[in-house]
């Protein structure tokens, strides 16, 4: 076999993986969002394979996800945050692969996953589908807010 089909069957393996752990356990954060296992299977292809394989496992498990349960609804946003939160996490694990410091190294892993999640899913999908869906921003963002959906 290939290196290139032992690559490409690698991220098949890591595209169902995101897709079946995604469908095993969501956690709402806030209204519209939540976080679940697929994202783990994406973070261990960017620390284990690099950038561009966990990228891919992201931004296409998250499309299989999106059209096995609920159609195309939201897929573009989570898609295209997904390419941010993959290239970031590459990048980071990237460079901190060399240092000596576990305790640095895992800190600056854990602001970069915060971060990058924040961006990616809190603006990137939020902002892509306030164009789609002609809802302005600040009200798809105000749905982000814990207490949001609480009425007084």
């Known amino acids: 076999m290939s290196v290139k089909t032992k690559r490409l069957s690698l991220m ?3 595209i169902a993986l995101f897709v079946v752990l995604s469908i095993c356990l969501q956690v709402p954060v806030f209204e519209n969002y939540y976080l679940c296992l697929g994202y783990v299977v994406m973070a261990v292809y960017c620390y284990s394979f690099g950038t561009i394989s ?3 496992v ?3 498990g998250v499309i299989l996800y999106c059209v096995v349960i609920s159609g195309m609804r939201g897929m573009p946003g989570w898609a295209l945050g997904n390419l941010v939160i993959g290239i970031a996490l590459g990048l980071a694990f990237r460079v901190t692969r060399k240092m000596r410091s576990p ?4 800190a600056i892993h854990c602001a970069v996953i915060v971060a990058a999640a924040a961006l990616g899913i809190l603006v990137i999908k939020s902002e892509t589908e306030s164009l789609l869906y002609l ?3 600040p009200v798809r963002a105000a749905k982000t807010c814990p207490h949001s959906s609480r009425t007084p």
């Open 12 to 14: 098949a393996i890591g």
């Open 54 to 56: 966990g990228t891919v």
């Open 58 to 60: 992201g931004f296409f």
């Open 103 to 106: 305790v640095l190294q895992t």
């Open 135 to 137: 809802q302005p921003f």
